[in-house]
């Protein structure tokens, strides 16, 4: 199923984590690890994946330009 939900939403869940605790830069691993979870337990190919990281950055970053 593309794009994978998992990975925009960790994406999402991640940056503005970073942003709102700042010096949280390791968070930037989390929608990766997700990501090739995903791909290796089987359910994602890997351009869902990375349809789904792109996504997910999009969408916080409109997010963000609106809401700051």
Known sequence: SLPSGHASGTVISSLIT????????????WPIIVSFSRVFLGVHYISDSL???ILGYVCYYLAYTIVI
Do not use: P, T
């Open 51 to 53: 349809v789904g990281l």
């Open 18 to 29: 970073m942003h709102v605790f700042g010096g949280l830069n390791f968070l930037i691993l």
